[in-house]
C-alpha cells in the first residue's frame, strides 16, 4: 500500500506545473513547522530536526528559484526567506520551539497569499522540468525529493 501512495505522490510532485508547485512546497513547509513544534513539546529532538532540516531544504529552494528581477517585491521576500532559514537553523540547534511558531506565522500568510494567486493563474504544463532532490536528513540519500516523495 505504501509503494502506491509513493507512486502517486511521486507522480503528482513530477506533472505539476510551476505555481502547483510552488503552493505544493508552501503546504510541505507548513507541515514540517506544525511537525517540528509537536516534536518539541513532546521532547522528540531527533523528530523535530528532521522537520527543520526539511523545511530548511524547502526554504533553500524557494531562495535558489526565486527570480529577483521578476518583480519588484522579490528581494524583500528574498530577505524574509534568509530570516526564515536563519531562524530555522536556531530553532533546530537551540530546540525552540517559540523560534518555531514564529517562522509559521511568517510563512502561513505567505502560503496563502501564493495559493491565492495561483488560483488566479492560468495552468501552465510541466514538460520536461525535473524536480530536485535532496538527502534525507543525517546525510543518506534515501531518493526522497524535496516534498518528502521520489
Known amino acids: 500500500m505504501n509503494d502506491v501512495r509513493q507512486r502517486y505522490l511521486t507522480d503528482a510532485v ?3 506545473g510551476p505555481t502547483r508547485l510552488l503552493t505544493m512546497l508552501y ?3 507548513l507541515v514540517d513547522l506544525d511537525r517540528a513544534e509537536a516534536s518539541l513539546q513532546v521532547g522528540d529532538r531527533g523528530a ?9 531544504d524547502i526554504v533553500g529552494e524557494l531562495m535558489s528559484s526565486l ?6 517585491g522579490a ?3 528574498l530577505s524574509l526567506y534568509g530570516f526564515v532559514l536563519t531562524e530555522l537553523v536556531e530553532a533546530n540547534v537551540r530546540a525552540d520551539v517559540e523560534k518555531v ?10 502560503a496563502s497569499a501564493w495559493h ?5 493563474a492560468p495552468a501552465t504544463p510541466a514538460r520536461g522540468r525535473s524536480v530536485p532532490q535532496f538527502a534525507a536528513a543525517g546525510g543518506a540519500d534515501d ?7 521520489g
Do not use: K
Open 67 to 72: 527570480d529577483t528581477d521578476a518583480w519588484d
Open 116 to 120: 491565492e494567486a495561483a488560483d488566479q
Open 48 to 56: 523535530a530536526s528532521q522537520c527543520l532540516v526539511h523545511a530548511q
Open 27 to 29: 503546504d510541505r513547509l
Open 75 to 77: 528581494e524583500q521576500l
Open 14 to 16: 513530477q506533472t505539476a
Open 101 to 110: 511558531r514564529a517562522c509559521r506565522a511568517l510563512v502561513a500568510p505567505l
Open 143 to 149: 531518493g526522497s525529493g524535496l516534498l518528502g516523495v
